[in-house]
């Protein structure tokens, strides 16, 4: 292999960076299914991406960098495996011992290789409350803090949670097989709560571990992605219609200045339409299948905000009973929250603050949505306390942009209220 000419360090650190953004659940999907064990995989593909930006400033990028990445991975494996005299199957050793560029997986792989790691983290032998963090893990190469932030724990009781599960797969010898098509129904729903989760995470200002793309965009292409691979599951068409419809508002969630827009200021008319349509078709075809469930209720939350491009209003009464029937099935913390501020929206600040009363001071201590809402819903009613809610919530945000919302509120005054 001919290296191209010397590209510097900050060259060589941005082919890293784009590698890892397009292939790195590509490259440790293979490298898990061949080695049958993931956290090795995920530490010798690390490995390899630093080994890169040791070689690559001085000899040149090589002609495929995922070959070169994956071939560094093999021998990083191989290595360990001898180091710690692993008995070794003869057939995975051959493979690991071809260093040939023909090795790299195909770009056209990419969503069978993705979505098969994800079905795989979804084992019936793996507790459900791991599941989808290690998808976000293992196919998007997200840290224990960072998904944290999605699941409403503590960095470090998710870093055990992980470590428990990878240290379970490789105790157990879990296969790294596809699941069978009948299979998959069962472990769909923790695909979409990672496809979820990795949105959510996209609309945050993320610390730096992230590669530097769009997860909001990535999530969207999953959910796609699931809804060809299991187009009679109503939840799946659920999930993408929710998220088409909060990607059609990206481009009014901020001003010119960069500051932050809250829904219900945002212009419409800044809103994606081929998107809403392609939101509002989805949720179609998933009512169609008559399989209820919450990523379809959330969906048509959204989709009732949407009226208000064609209506000027915004339904509120209408989302309240839809946030009704969704906590009713579904109670989530988010669910109950986005209950209140519907209610109060709807008229009824009184009933929207015994809700949020309602809810469990020790779930809510540190969830700045609840602080937020709380805020807002005294602020409507022109109770007292609504400073005091506001300076919570900013003190618990990580968005700088909203931090700035939320402050310039303050000097505000709350309306008359609404009874």
Known sequence: MRPAAAPGIDAAARAAERIARESYGRLVALLAWQWRDLAAAEDALG???????????????????????????????????????????????????????????????????????????????????????????????????????AFLVSPAAMAQRLVRAKARIRETGLRFDPPETAELPARLAAVLDAIYGAY?????????????????????????????????????????????????????????AGRFVPLAAQDPAAWDADLTLQAEQALL???????????????????????????????????????????????????????????????DAAAALALLDGLPDAAVQAYAPYWVARAHVLKLAGAPGWEAATQRAIGLSDDPRLRDFLAQGLQRPPSSGRA
């Open 47 to 149: 490995d390899a991406f630093a080994a890169a930006l040791r070689t690559w400033p001085g000899q040149g990028l090589p002609d495929s960098p995922e070959a070169w990445l994956l071939a560094a991975a093999r021998r990083r494996l191989l290595h360990q495996a001898r180091h710690t005299r692993l008995t070794l199957d003869p057939a995975v050793t051959a493979l690991f011992e071809g260093d040939d560029d023909a090795a790299a997986p195909a770009a056209e792989a990419v969503p069978d290789a993705r979505l098969r790691l994800m079905f795989v983290c979804a084992h019936p032998d793996l507790p459900e409350n791991v599941r989808a963090p290690l998808m976000l893990q293992a196919v998007l190469g997200l840290e224990a803090r960072t998904i944290a932030c």
């Open 285 to 347: 075809t998933a009512a169609r299948l008559r399989q209820p469930g919450p990523f379809q209720l959330e969906a048509a939350i959204q989709s009732a905000h949407a009226q208000r491009r064609a209506t000027g209003r915004t339904p509120w009464a209408g989302i309240a009973q839809l946030y009704g029937l969704l906590v009713a099935h579904h109670p989530s913390l988010g669910a109950r929250v986005g209950q209140a501020v519907a209610v109060a929206e709807a008229g």
């Open 200 to 256: 959510t995470l996209g609309r945050r200002d993320l610390p730096s571990d992230l590669p530097a793309y769009d997860l909001r965009e990535e999530a969207v292409f999953l959910a796609r992605l699931v809804t060809a691979l299991q187009p009679d599951q109503a939840e799946a068409w659920g999930l993408l219609a929710l998220l088409l419809h909060a990607q059609s508002r990206c481009a009014a969630q901020f001003d010119t």
